[in-house]
């Protein structure tokens, strides 16, 4: 009988201790997940009403564009449809240039030639286009759009799992934005492009935190105050 009890004692404090380490293991598992999603909830609380759509978008001098691909050496179409929405901002005359900003790291890959012959085939002016070919992260092509090119306020043209990234990082490189969501289809490559935006927006928020120099600075460009310049004179 006491040999009984002491084997059930036995069980129960078994139990117990698997019981305390599911727990723990619980606890461990979503604390986890509340700190893996505290960037993204802070990237749409951070970005208010300050995304919406060309026709809610207010007047900026500038659109910023950031780059999405190439198949073939063309824009791919989330890259088409960012440039798209950046043509429907042009021709509302919202903005007056658009800052294309993409990777041109190697010879075999230009990113941002594509991105400025694709707008001008669709009818802006060649001097209104100005492209940034080292804007290999967001982070990168926000803070050189403002200390590179002097973009103070800009539209920015991404899409829409992407866009409060943007925002948040441009704010942070001293750029007062406005986003462009531009809508896709709820496929894969959507899906794929939302996932990514997890560790994106940890990556992100050191961004803010940090505010490290982009992988290439260089000397001030005068493209896009060319740019503006022109639509200036062109309005007299």
Known sequence: M????????RRL???LRQRRTQRRLFQLVTAGCALALAPSAWLWIAAGDRVGT?????????????GAGLFDGKPSPYLAHRLDAAVDLYRAQKVQAILVTGDNGRDSY?????????LIEHGVPRIRVVGDYAGFDTWDS??????IFGV??????????????ALALCEAAGIDSYAVGVPEWRDATWLYGGVREIPGAGKAALNVLMRPDPLFLGPKEEGIPRALADAAAARL
């Not at 230009?110 to 694709?118: L, N, V």
């Not at 926000?142 to 200390?147: I, K, P, Q, S, V």
């Not at 103070?152 to 990234?165: G, I, N, T, Y």
């Open 2 to 9: 006491i040999d009984l009890t002491v084997r059930r004692a």
């Open 13 to 15: 404090g078994v139990r």
């Open 54 to 66: 060309v026709a809610s978008a207010p007047s900026a001098p500038v659109a910023v564009v950031f």
């Open 110 to 118: 230009d990113e941002t030639d594509a991105m400025r012959d694709y």
């Open 142 to 147: 926000c803070t050189r759009a403002h200390r």
């Open 152 to 165: 103070d306020r800009a539209v920015l043209v991404s899409q829409d799992f992407h866009v409060r990234r």
